[in-house]
């Protein structure tokens, strides 16, 4: 032992100092604003603007929101009762619009007692209490209760049944009349499957599935209509008809959009599948399918639905605009739908295919078990846009005529007791659309961190 | 698909059209060519029909006969007295203008929200991701319509520029004047001007050419190819000698003076907007209509394009900025020099997919009265003339042109960036 290092280590701390606790300008509050909002000078620049900013963004909108009027049943009233509230008209909403006309931007003229024509939703007629503004609301409730099965997998299974019956509740609650047409339409595809099980057993499922399909196609077309006609004669169940020229609002939107959106993606994961295909002509036909109604504005489309369908059909066929306008918004839907499909299928790894194929699977066996739920997982958040940009699509029929709820706020405007009213149906339109959206959008955010089955 | 390695060897029958895989699928596709045929047919056959039956035979002579409405918004001189084919080629124009115009300002302002929603500062990545909430989860016809009635509503009208003590002034030095009925900006004009060339006679599609225009072109022209002459030899010579020789001012030089005489000899001056009466005058007058849709269309797209340059930016891995930290690059230098050529493989084909979709959604220029292509050929004239079934196919061609011709320079790019992979 060296005598100089004796010297020099006077003292060697054996035991742990106690942790202190971190500076408080690092943690809490306090270090979170340092870290977010003033870590440097760019950044607090940044921030004072912002700041300025929300300030000058809130001090006009805010007062605006909630020093309005409610009640009113004119402009001029509500300028009447803010010059004597307030001293002046700027600055103040006026949502007695919105009190006022609330039923018709939700359901545009859908009419509150169908069964008596000359009935206003003022004076109720004898016998009714309540407006058949329920059969749409009943409608939107069943579209929820059948949608929940399908996209929260801890649902109820027995709710499946309603969702596979909602396609025929649907147009019976909205349209009215017999409630024989909707069951006997469904009674068409009981009896394919039946035809189907029958034929399978004698001879081979491709036989089964041409009878199972002619069979359902020849029932629709020559037997629903006189069987339910029979049927309605001896027992006659039915609501009120309501005509399609009567719908309009927001309803008309949420039902274009439920419409399109339930019907594309079918057709989408077909065509997707078809341009997938190895065979020439099924691919070309899709191809060009798809990038014809994908380079074309669905205005475009809404104009061959309003002026031109009428010319491809055989002459005398007149059926209503509505349901012309809901197949082109289908369509249009579809084809984006299977160009978002495809990217997913072209982003499977060809193991995937091969290892289908090497089980033995063939083609559909492989596409449902294999390929399908893959492809669709990966193509989750393209298909919900797809379905976000649709419902907000569904606004374009009001260039053609249709009163949904931007053609209806022109209606109101055009009304002498609200002309000029334009920023809180803007606000309330905007509202109704954002709300839905904003939901699908985090809703399929949602769903892709509930299917990230690991890989990360 | 399956194979069979040892082909049985028993005679065809007409059951292996459908159970062998050999010949299913040539089945399927003749079967689906069929239908196909039958449908088309089957339309085909109805449209006549229905046509003889209403007495109007597909014809386009209507294109010559004169419009006999106006269109005020245009970039090609036209009269109510032109025909209906000037009326359309105006139309045409005026899409592509405004959708030239939105796709540049979408871009810019779409890239600078993509990458302030990255900032680190949390109140700018808050608001931005606001404005994009927005403007996705809201059908951009609402915008458009909510656009034009700010511009009509809130805006000063010409008469309160009058008087001695106006209400509303004019902006920016008194050169532009921003009022409820469109916006009037200074025009270039040439006190000693070359005239102008006029093509094509007298047909529908005449258009003047204004030869100052080639002569700045002309010289700009020339100014980029010196230019670049000027910085290739500075490359060599950095290469051969490691020292790259000052030239930025000779480059600024080239530019602008050839350009500056060139002004000077023209006469070029600027024509302001001047009140005259009730409205303004001189200058160029921005209608409403397209003020209300530009400003629409591009906040709209640009709430797609902030994604798209957001998602981009985050695919690029972390390992390429730490790298290039670790290099000692700036962060201006990182995202320049680094992060951005990587993302942008990344970004560019969604964003001409966005650029398609305006141009598409400008369309929707009849909702507030623009005159593009949708508003004369599929507005005007189609009611005027009773030619839907003319219009609306021509109407879709054009658009399926446009469309076709923007993904065809999607394709070439994706096509060139697959060579840089490796």
Not at chain 1, 130 to 140: I, Q
Not at chain 1, 214 to 234: D, Q
Not at chain 2, 215 to 223: K, P, Q, T
């Amino acid at each position: 032992m060296s005598d100089t290092h004796a010297e020099t280590v006077t003292f060697v701390r054996d035991t742990m100092l106690p942790e202190k606790e971190p500076p408080l300008s690092t943690v809490g509050a306090i270090g979170w604003v340092r870290d977010n909002l003033f870590s440097g000078v760019l950044n607090s620049i940044l921030t004072i603007l912002s700041l300025g900013f929300i300030y000058y963004v809130l001090s006009g909108i805010l007062p605006w929101v909630f020093q309005s009027v409610w009640n009113a049943d004119s402009l001029t009233e509500c300028r009447e009762i803010m010059v004597a509230t307030w001293g002046d008209t700027h600055g103040h909403a006026c949502w007695g619009v919105i009190k006022d006309r609330w039923l018709q931007l939700f359901y545009g003229f859908y009419p509150p007692y169908p069964a008596h024509p000359d009935a206003n939703f003022g004076s109720a007629p004898d016998g009714h209490w309540w407006p058949a503004y329920f059969r749409p609301n009943l409608a939107l409730i069943l579209l929820i209760g059948a949608m929940i099965p399908v996209l929260f997998s801890g649902a109820p299974r027995k709710l499946l049944y309603l969702t596979a019956a909602y396609p025929f509740i649907l147009p019976w609650l909205l349209w009215g009349g017999s409630v024989w047409v909707p069951l006997m339409v469904a009674a068409g595809f009981a009896i394919g499957y039946f035809a189907y099980v029958l034929v399978d057993r004698s001879m081979s499922s491709l036989m089964a599935t041409i009878a199972a399909v002619l069979l359902a196609i020849l029932w629709w077309v020559f037997a629903v209509g006189p069987v339910s006609g029979a049927l309605h004669s001896i027992l006659n169940i039915g609501i009120a008809p309501v005509q399609s020229r009567e719908f309009g609002g927001y309803m008309l939107a949420i039902i274009l959009g439920v419409v399109a959106i339930g019907c594309s993606l079918p057709l989408g994961i077909l065509m997707a599948l078809g341009r997938q295909s190895d065979l020439f002509i099924v691919k070309t036909l899709c191809v060009g399918f798809i990038e014809f109604i994908r380079g074309v504005p669905l205005i475009t489309l809404l104009f061959v639905a309003s002026l031109l369908l009428n010319y491809f059909l055989p002459p005398g066929t007149n059926f209503d605009l509505i349901l012309r306008v809901m197949i082109m918004m289908t369509l249009f839907a579809a084809a984006y739908m299977a160009e978002v499909i495809r990217g997913g299928l072209a982003a499977l790894p060809k193991g995937q295919y091969e290892g289908a194929d090497s089980l033995g699977l063939n083609y559909w066996q492989a596409q449902r078990l294999i390929i399908m739920p893959q492809a669709l997982k990966i193509s989750i958040p393209g298909i919900v846009n797809t379905f976000i940009g649709i419902f907000k699509d569904t606004t374009l029929v009001s260039i053609i005529g249709l009163f949904d709820v931007i053609g209806l706020a022109s209606a109101i405007r055009a009304d002498t007791a609200w002309n000029g009213i334009y920023w809180e149906l803007f606000a309330f339109i905007g509202a109704l659309f954002f709300v839905v959206c904003f939901s699908m959008s985090r809703y399929s955010m949602y769903l892709e961190r509930k299917l990230r089955t690991g890989h990360r | 698909m399956t194979t069979i390695s040892d082909p049985p060897k028993q005679q065809f029958r007409l059951s292996m059209l459908l159970y062998d895989t050999r010949y299913r699928s040539a089945t399927i596709q003749v079967l689906a060519m069929f239908f196909f045929m039958l449908l088309a047919a089957w339309l085909i056959s109805n449209t006549v029909q229905n046509l003889a039956n209403l007495g109007k035979p597909i014809s386009f002579g209507f294109f010559s006969d004169p419009s006999s409405y106006d269109i005020n918004q245009r970039l090609l001189e036209y009269t109510s007295r032109d025909s209906h084919l000037r009326a359309a080629l105006i139309g045409l124009l005026n899409t592509l203008v405004v959708a030239v115009l939105g796709c540049i300002t979408a871009t810019v302002i779409g890239v600078l929200v993509g990458v302030l929603r990255l900032s680190n500062n949390w109140l700018v990545a808050r608001i931005m991701t606001f404005y994009v909430e927005m403007f996705r989860n809201i059908p951009v016809l609402l915008w458009i319509v909510f656009a034009m009635a700010i511009l009509i509503e809130s805006l000063p009208s010409p008469r309160d520029f009058r008087g001695d003590t106006p209400s509303a002034t004019m902006d920016l030095f008194d050169t532009v004047a921003v009022t409820n009925r469109g916006v009037y900006i200074p025009e270039p004009l040439f006190s000693r001007s070359l005239g102008d060339v006029h093509l094509l006679g007298d047909s529908s599609l005449r258009f003047d050419v204004s030869l100052d225009l080639i002569a700045i072109l002309v010289v700009l022209g020339c100014s980029i190819y010196a230019m670049r002459k000027v910085s290739a030899r500075a490359n060599r010579i950095q290469e051969q000698t490691g020292e790259r020789p000052t030239i930025w001012y000779i480059e600024l030089g080239i530019l602008c003076v050839p350009m500056l005489i060139l002004l000077v000899i023209l006469g070029f001056h600027l024509g302001y907007p001047a009140l005259k009466g009730f409205n303004f005058s001189g200058g160029i007058h921005l209608r409403n209509s397209l003020i209300a849709l530009w400003l629409a269309l591009s906040l709209y797209t640009a709430a797609f394009i902030a994604e798209i340059v957001r998602g981009g930016i985050l695919a690029v891995s972390k390992g390429q900025s730490e790298a290039a930290a670790a290099l000692g690059l700036r962060p201006g230098k990182i995202m320049r020099l680094v992060i951005l050529p990587q993302a942008l493989r990344m970004i560019i084909p969604p964003m001409i997919s966005n650029y398609l979709n305006l141009t598409k959604n400008s369309s929707l220029a009849i909702a507030v009265g623009y005159m593009d292509i949708t508003g004369t050929l599929g507005g005007i004239t189609m009611n005027q003339t009773g030619r839907e079934l003319e219009c609306v196919l021509l109407l879709m061609l054009v658009y399926l042109t446009i469309s076709l011709c923007i993904s065809g320079v999607m394709n070439w790019y994706n096509k060139r960036v697959k060579l840089v992979e490796r």
